[in-house]
């Protein structure tokens, strides 16, 4: 089942369900990525920090879907921060992907210590305005980032990709992006597994015969979020595509809800510097 289109602040739409490709193995990447473009996804999101983007590009031209309705995300490394270094990046990753452009460019991580996301934002602004990303965003931008990059450039991202799910729902950060136009995109949208047992996705699940992945999935749906789950087993790709087919009902959303405790999986954005 093809995923709904979100709207984007730039004009763009953007499928709302999407594959992820972090810790996907180079040798199998192709692979993975044509078989996910064959049962029905038709957004991939890569980065060039999963060093697998030729991968991604080979199962891209494995596809016989006509490019403009693939949507191929890829990631500015922190390393690669700055102007120039950006621009430079950036070309790297497209001739990986075998692309003239990616559909979404973001930058991976604000890094703040190193004060270089502005200048790395201006980079995005050239590479939007020589057609070389369609579209431009951030990924594990707190408030303080954002408004620093749309105060200096006027230009707000089209997505901020940050770590949610049902132990961290960032509903402060949401309601910001929700007031500036800005899609939320869910990375690490299972949580590694760790709200499988809670008793509300349970109870949804023996609802409606659903497995706790698919409800987990379809609660980033019903908020509104986008969401890039992985897979590298063919039945959990499919799993994870039918979620539009049911939905939770005010009352398991609202149950969701009470499992947040604000505890990450990943790095806290404020301080993650890795190169
Ligand atoms: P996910 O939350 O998507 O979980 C992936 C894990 O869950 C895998 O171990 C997978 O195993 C398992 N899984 C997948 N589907 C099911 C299912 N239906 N039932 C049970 N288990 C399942 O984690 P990720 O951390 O990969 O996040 C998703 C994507 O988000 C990444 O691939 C990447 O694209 C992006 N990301 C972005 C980050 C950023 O900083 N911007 C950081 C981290 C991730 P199996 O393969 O065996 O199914």
Not at 144 to 167: A, F, K, S
């Amino acid at each position: 089942m093809i995923s709904p289109l979100l709207a984007l602040n730039d004009g763009h739409r953007m499928p709302q369900l999407g594959f992820g490709l972090w810790q996907v193995p180079g040798p199998v990447t192709a692979d993975v990525t044509a078989t996910a473009l064959r049962l029905g996804y038709r957004l991939i999101d890569g980065a060039a920090a999963y060093r697998n983007e030729e991968g991604q590009g080979a199962g891209l031209r494995d596809s016989t879907l006509p490019r403009d309705q693939i949507f191929v995300t890829t990631k500015i490394w922190n390393s690669d921060q700055g102007f120039d270094a950006t621009l430079r990046a950036a070309e790297a990753s497209l001739a990986r992907l075998g692309l003239d452009h990616v559909d979404l460019l973001l930058i991976h991580w604000p890094c703040p210590s190193r004060d270089l996301y502005p200048d790395t934002w201006h980079a995005l602004i050239r590479l939007r305005e020589e057609g070389r990303a369609r579209s431009i965003g951030v990924s594990n931008f707190n408030e303080g980032h954002l408004q620093r990059i749309i105060g200096e450039t006027g230009v707000v991202p089209v997505v901020n990709q940050i770590e949610i799910n049902p132990r961290l729902q960032q509903p402060a950060l949401r309601a910001f992006h929700a007031a500036h136009g800005i899609v939320t995109q869910s990375w690490t949208p299972l949580g590694q597994g760790r709200s499988f047992d809670a008793p509300p996705v349970l109870a949804a699940a023996a609802r409606t015969g659903r497995s706790p992945a698919q409800i987990i999935l379809r609660w980033h749906i019903q908020i509104g979020a986008a969401v890039i789950p992985r897979s590298t087993r063919e039945a959990g790709l499919r799993e994870n595509l039918n979620l539009f087919d049911f939905s939770l009902t005010d009352a398991e959303m609202a149950a969701i809800a009470t499992l947040d405790e604000a505890s990450r999986c990943g790095p806290d954005p404020a301080v993650f510097e890795m190169q």
